[in-house]
């Protein structure tokens, strides 16, 4: 993270690759999930700075072995799965891939809403997110659903 935060994106990845590579033939399957996760949201933060394709794909591919790693040692609901399907959407929706960031969206959000209750910051988040995509989608309708869905949790803080 250190290399990451100074902007030595080559260099982290480098030590990101060691991490992975340690891990895997330690067969430490979560570790090496969040190794694939760092990868992605570095990959990811690339690719929206310089629209290289390239960052791109290599994002998409390090959080789909994420994913598959993470799901094969989670518990039901696993609060760590919820993040990164909600970052991974996030990458899908600024490439304008809808249709496949929202069964991410709504994973995420079953699953912060089993864990951390209605009324969280993430839940509204990923609502947002998902108001998003329904507007995109011209699901106005569902959009405007999950706006007041966002509203009442936002008027919770309040309290």
Same mark, same amino acid.
């Given at each position: 993270?250190?290399?990451?935060?100074?902007?030595?994106?080559?260099?982290?990845?480098?030590?990101?690759?060691?991490? /992975? *590579?340690?891990?895997? $033939?330690?067969?430490?399957?979560?570790?090496? !999930?969040?190794?694939?996760?760092?990868? @992605?949201? &570095?990959?990811?933060?690339?690719?929206?700075?310089?629209?290289?394709?390239?960052?791109?794909?290599?994002?998409?591919?390090?959080?789909?072995?994420?994913?598959? /790693? *993470?799901?094969?040692? $989670?518990?039901?609901?696993?609060?760590?799965? !919820?993040?990164?399907?909600?970052?991974? @959407?996030? &990458?899908?929706?600024?490439?304008?891939?809808?249709?496949?960031?929202?069964?991410?969206?709504?994973?995420?959000?079953?699953?912060?809403?089993?864990?951390?209750? /209605?009324?969280?910051?993430?839940?509204?988040?990923?609502?947002?997110?998902? !108001?998003?995509?329904?507007?995109?989608?011209?699901?106005?309708?569902?959009?405007?659903?999950?706006?007041?869905?966002?509203?009442?949790?936002?008027?919770?803080?309040?309290?």
């Amino acid at each position: 993270k250190i290399y990451e935060k100074a902007g030595l994106h080559a260099e982290c990845i480098e030590f990101y690759a060691e991490a /992975l *590579r340690v891990y895997k $033939m330690k067969r430490k399957k979560a570790q090496a !999930a969040d190794v694939y996760y760092a990868l @992605a949201k &570095l990959k990811s933060s690339q690719a929206l700075d310089s629209e290289c394709s390239e960052d791109y794909d290599a994002a998409v591919e390090c959080y789909d072995q994420g994913l598959k /790693l *993470r799901r094969q040692v $989670m518990s039901l609901d696993d609060v760590e799965l !919820a993040p990164m399907l909600f970052d991974y @959407a996030s &990458l899908l929706c600024n490439k304008r891939k809808y249709d496949d960031a929202m069964p991410l969206l709504e994973e995420a959000l079953r699953i912060q809403k089993a864990k951390m209750g /209605l009324k969280d910051a993430c839940v509204a988040h990923t609502l947002l997110r998902m !108001a998003e995509v329904n507007v995109f989608k011209k699901k106005f309708d569902a959009s405007l659903v999950a706006l007041e869905q966002v509203l009442f949790i936002s008027s919770s803080f309040d309290e």
